[in-house]
């Protein structure tokens, strides 16, 4: 009986099949290759036939007709200007992104996706790219997934499903937010354990990872930075248990771990020992006068035979129990949710709504799916495509910068040495 080489198809990446294929074109009879071949197909399609509701990459001038500046948010003096640019350094002029370019402004954005989403029973993956050109000090960097909204209105206070990506704000405040809304507490709650962020002037790639199994999973730059279950890492719902009301600690129960020492005495003489005493050291000034100024005495300094007040040595008590535990029982008002994951319902939009102290970041290669793979692909067209040609550029541009700030020194030097002869003369 021949093995089936194809045994592992499903678990193996869309990446390996090309190779999986070639290996089984050299191993098996021609029957057996169309039999195989086919079977290849149909999985192919199995692992990488996602939707993709939305997909942005900024590379025509026809983006600005796809997504709507909000008019009505803020007065126009409070909003920044979104720049269409490759960036300071890049991989390709022709890989643009959309780039917060006025500093202390908010910024909005938004625009529709291609249908209604709603991932009940679906993966959901939310997925852009991030390059803070700026060296960021203070500014959020979040992408939102909401519901039908007027899009000219579009700001703070519109409701949203889900917030996604980095927010800094000084060295105490770096992290990416992943925040969900959740209607039965009408809350947007809060990751309980933030999670990295990257600070750099480089592009990143943040994606998130919802999954039917009500697990979820984040990653920068492809690489996992947090990973776990729903109602672990978010606070949906009520504990599934909690201490037992009935219970109380015993009376009787002894935790404390150490006790004085009965035997332990205080040595004679102890108490007579003063905290301060007269420094010896000290001497009655030349011109002191006793009758003016009053009996001399000399200051007082501490006492290096001091010990402080006496305690008894601490010894483990024989006594002690342990730390006592609340026995837990199930919570009777605890309500399971098999539908965690789903935390898009009908989400129709995409958008940006920000505040930036410094300007100059740069937002680009945005994908909403119900496929891992689906964005992993993108990325692998998008930054995984430019990441290296882009980091030659920023070396390159660091440098010339470097050299053209020496220079203007150089140059600032020589004026004011000469404006030094001037004076001279």
């Known amino acids: ?136 000090d203070c500014g959020g960097a979040y992408i939102k997934l909401l519901g039908d909204m007027d899009q000219s209105k579009f700001g703070g206070d519109t409701p949203y499903q889900i917030m996604f990506g980095p927010d800094i704000c000084g060295p105490s405040n770096r992290k990416t937010h992943v925040i969900f809304n959740y209607p039965p507490k009408n809350d947007n709650l809060l990751i309980k354990d933030e999670v990295k962020v990257e600070v750099d002037r480089a592009s990143h790639v943040y994606t998130l990872h919802v999954k039917p199994d009500n697990t979820f999973e984040v990653f920068i730059d492809q690489e996992s930075v947090r990973k776990g279950t729903l109602e672990d890492g978010w606070d949906f719902l009520l504990p599934r248990q909690i201490k037992d009301p009935n219970v109380s600690k015993p009376a009787d129960w002894v935790d404390a771990k150490k006790i004085p020492d009965p035997e332990d005495k205080k040595p004679d003489g102890w108490d007579d020992i003063s905290k301060e005493i007269p420094d010896p050291e000290a001497k009655k000034p030349d011109d002191w006068d006793d009758e003016e100024d009053g009996e001399w005495e000399p200051p007082l300094i501490d006492n290096p035979e001091y010990k402080g007040p006496w305690k008894p040595r601490m010894i483990e008590n024989p006594a002690y129990k342990g730390e006592w535990v609340h026995p837990l029982i199930p919570n009777p008002d605890y309500v399971e949710d098999k539908e965690l994951h789903a935390r898009c319902k009908d989400c129709t939009h995409i958008g940006f709504e920000l505040w930036q102290v410094k300007a100059g970041t740069i937002f680009d290669d945005i994908i909403v799916t119900d496929s891992l793979e689906e964005a992993k692909a993108f990325a692998d067209q998008t930054f995984n495509k430019k990441k290296g040609p882009e980091k030659k550029a920023f070396e390159a541009h660091e440098a010339a910068k470097k050299k053209a700030d020496e220079e203007a020194a150089a140059s600032a030097g020589g004026d004011d040495a000469e404006d030094d002869e001037h004076d001279e003369l």
Not at 12 to 26: E, G, K, N, P
Not at 31 to 60: C, H, P, W
């Open 1 to 136: 009986i021949r093995s089936n080489p194809f045994a592992k198809i499903r678990e193996a990446s869309v990446q390996d099949h090309r190779r999986i294929l070639l290996d089984t074109v050299v191993h098996t009879t021609s029957v057996e290759r169309m039999i195989y071949a086919a079977t290849l197909f149909i999985s192919l399609l199995a692992v990488s036939a996602g939707k993709i509701y939305f997909q942005e990459d900024f590379n025509d001038a026809a983006w600005q007709s796809r997504w709507t500046v909000p008019s009505d948010w803020k007065p126009k003096s409070d909003l920044g200007e979104w720049q269409w640019t490759a960036g300071e350094w890049h991989a390709d002029p022709s890989d643009e992104g959309i780039k917060t370019s006025q500093d202390a402004r908010f910024y909005g954005i938004s625009a529709p996706l291609k249908e209604a989403f709603t991932n009940t029973g679906k993966d959901l993956v939310l997925q852009f790219s991030v390059k803070h050109e700026q060296d960021i």
